[in-house]
């Protein structure tokens, strides 16, 4: 059937197109909530989460709460935790990190050959720097393939990278306030580490190459938290005309230490689409949660409904959605199920649903092995030639990570 | 031997093992089936059996890698995931440039065609100072920044006003 063959075509395309996207990962656990952490602060140098460097408390978390411990009660981080597994002592104001993680992907597209191949995901350094009240953050890493909107190069494949770089100010004593300027990741959802969720991908929000350059606020207050960032645009994108200006914002109440809810906006303008290559206003509306309903288990759950208007090409009314359980049956083991709703509203299309079971071992300080599989049911939309249809893939993610 | 240099040797040698691993790239296919199917040909002519290369740079497809017919395909409607687009596309450059079309019959790749001269912009990434915007964008930042910068302070006013508040009710 040639409708089936597009589609799986259609469906080996967006696989390769994840996955060359897939080059990179950030460090975001927010199933750390588990452990009565419903912000990010004590933890992270991003006080929304997800990239850049750990604070000394984080790195001590880690140790403690993060990886397995084989037994071992001491209520003491060891020394290991630190930058290089304690071997290069910092000062407090100064903390640096990286990231490398690879792995080897195995996709199966019905009627097509299966595809393996490894993955280089992630090679960054970064650090953040806090004098007095000032602070100032940023990140290099090196991308064998994709992630061109965060290149510093320009070549088509080995590029260097810069993520985030930002300048900012904590307006008061605890870095409740931060005001800050740069690149920065867009505030939007939840800061997961799979990034390629279609709820990161649609709102295009992802922690590795849609950050935007703007100026935000950070704001935290009891229960409260949440940042809203002016954007204007991606620097690292030219013409100017494909760059995207607009807000973006998320607001998070935590009622009690193991529930948080939030939600998130987004509006954009750009003269022509980075993807479409035509004027589009885009806007991405949605709550999330994330609840421990027991201590071993955390939930998380987000929809958004994104909405496109490309001049001469229609609108595009789409949502995607996810939700996800943790489960830590013993320190440093995780086991998740994740299920996905999508559909990016073209004319014609079906809603695409797929499912993850996912492992997780921290097995060593600053080490992780993880395994994914995916099975995908994908909507084509309908042509001229042929109706609609459905492609199925399977997919499986073997990852090493070592942060430093 | 120590057990905490034989865990950071372990650790260091799989470290080592992480940064040596090789990276190679994909290889995907989208669009060959609706050229086929438009043109009625009866398999992909331009670079088989994949066909990516009709329209990328490179089998992998994705942001930047659009060859000239690409582009061109582009400036004429072909938008991702949108196959019918791809075949009005098709369509307009039969009529604009007939010859690219007969090179995608005969089996000649196009983009070798000195006719296939797109107008339409593509993006470029990485830093550069050739190109740049009109200087909008810092501008945009320092007055997004004030504003911010502002509100904190209003904040931060208001916060100090409810914590002296907080304190004197305590006293009392």
Not at chain 1, 24 to 44: D, K, L, N
Not at chain 2, 34 to 59: F, M, Q, R, Y
Not at chain 2, 113 to 131: F, I, M, N, R
Request: proline content about 5%; aromatic content about 10%; hydrophobic content about 40%.
């Amino acid at each position: 059937m040639r409708a089936s063959r597009i589609g799986r075509r259609a469906v080996a395309l967006a696989a390769g197109v994840v996955f060359v996207l897939l080059t990179s990962r950030a460090s975001a656990y927010p199933w750390m909530i588990r452990h009565g952490y419903t912000g990010c602060t004590p933890c992270h140098t991003d006080p929304s989460g997800g990239a850049g460097a750990l604070t000394e408390y984080g790195r001590a978390q880690s140790d403690l709460l993060l990886r397995m411990r084989y037994g071992s009660t001491s209520e003491e981080a060891d020394r290991t935790a630190g930058l290089l597994w304690g071997i290069a002592p910092l000062p407090e104001q100064l903390r640096l990190g990286g990231d490398f993680r690879e792995a080897y992907f195995s996709n199966k597209v019905e009627g097509v050959p299966v595809q393996q191949q490894f993955l280089t995901m992630r090679a960054d350094v970064y650090g953040d720097i806090k004098v007095g009240r000032f602070r100032a953050a940023g990140s290099l890493g090196y991308v064998p393939q994709g992630d061109l909107t965060a290149s510093l190069t320009s070549a088509p494949n080995d590029n260097l990278v810069s993520r985030e770089h930002w300048l900012g100010v904590e307006l008061d004593d605890e870095g409740a306030f931060l005001v800050r300027a740069g690149r920065l990741t867009v505030p939007f959802g939840l800061r997961m580490i799979e990034h390629n969720l279609w709820a990161r991908t649609l709102t295009r929000t992802d922690l590795d190459a849609t950050q935007q350059y703007g100026a935000s606020l950070y704001f935290s207050r009891e229960q409260i938290r949440g940042e809203v960032m002016g954007i204007v645009g991606n620097f690292q994108v030219r013409p100017d005309e494909f760059r995207e200006r607009g807000y973006s914002i998320y607001v998070e109440y935590a009622p009690m230490t193991n529930m948080a809810v939030g939600v998130s906006s987004l509006f954009t303008r750009a003269t022509r689409d980075i993807i479409y290559s035509v004027t589009d206003y885009r806007y991405a509306n949605g709550p999330f949660v994330r609840y421990s309903p027991v201590g071993q288990l955390v939930l998380f759950a987000e929809a958004d409904w994104v909405y496109q208007s490309l001049t001469w090409n229609g609108h595009r009314s789409g949502y995607a959605a996810f939700v996800q359980g943790d489960y830590e049956p013993t320190q440093g083991l995780h086991l998740m199920v994740t299920a996905e709703a999508m559909n990016r509203g073209a004319s014609g299309e079906p809603s695409s649903l797929d499912g993850w079971l996912s492992a997780v071992w921290f097995f060593l300080p600053h080490m992780d092995l993880r395994l994914d599989g995916i099975y995908s049911s994908v909507g084509v939309p309908a042509t001229s030639a042929s109706p609609s249809t459905h492609t199925n893939a399977t997919s499986w993610l073997a990852q090493f990570h070592v942060f430093l | 031997m120590d057990r905490r240099l034989l865990l950071f040797t372990t650790q260091a040698l799989v470290m080592g093992v992480t940064l040596a691993w090789p990276a190679t790239g994909s290889a995907s296919a989208s669009f060959p089936s609706v050229v086929e199917s438009a043109l009625n040909l009866t398999t992909i002519t331009v670079d088989p059996p994949l066909g990516c290369k009709l329209c990328h740079t490179s089998d992998s497809g994705g942001l930047g890698t659009l060859s000239r017919f690409g582009t061109l395909m582009k400036q004429y409607g072909a938008m991702p995931g949108a196959n019918q687009s791809v075949v009005q596309a098709l369509m307009l450059v039969e009529q604009s440039d007939k010859a690219l079309i007969d090179d995608i019959k005969a089996g000649r790749d196009p983009n070798a065609d000195e006719s296939a001269a797109p107008s339409l912009p593509s993006p470029q990434y990485g830093c550069s100072t050739v190109g740049r915007s009109t200087g909008a964008g810092p501008a945009w930042i320092a007055a997004a920044l004030t504003a911010l910068l502002a509100l904190g302070r209003v904040v931060r006013k208001a916060k100090t006003r409810e914590d002296s508040q907080g304190d004197g009710e305590t006293g009392s």
